[in-house]
């Protein structure tokens, strides 16, 4: 089983980015997926998370901004993140909490 994230890059401030999550080798719509991402010298930290049920939910730093998605006949979670801000730059990673299973990573740069 694996999860691979992609859609990472360099955007300015105020711009968008798209992340793409997909999931391989086991059921993907069975499972919560979340988005958690680690800055430089920082905790990892959760961003969102996106419940089998259809629940949703953020951190208070990305709230507004940040809208979390999942297509299960594509076995893919997306994470649409608007607004960005420095702040924001960080590797992002997807976790499917109940497999104990994470992506690889893919960074986003918030830069001038």
């Known amino acids: 089983a694996q999860l691979v994230e992609s859609g990472g890059g360099l955007v300015q401030p105020g711009g968008s980015l798209r992340l793409s999550c997909v999931a391989s080798?086991?059921?993907?719509?069975?499972?919560?997926i979340t988005w958690y991402r680690q800055a430089p010298r920082k905790e990892r930290e959760w961003v969102a998370t996106?419940?089998?049920?259809?629940?949703?939910a953020y951190a208070d730093s990305v709230k507004g901004r940040f809208t979390i998605s999942r297509d299960d006949a594509k076995s893919a979670a997306y994470l649409q993140m608007n607004s960005l801000i420095s702040d924001d730059t960080a590797v992002y990673y997807c976790?499917?909490?109940?497999?104990?299973?994470w992506g690889q990573g893919t960074q986003v740069t918030v830069s001038s």
């Open positions: 996106f419940t089998i049920r259809g629940q949703t």
């Open positions: 976790f499917a909490p109940s497999r104990g299973l």
């Open positions: 080798g086991y059921p993907f719509s069975s499972y919560d």
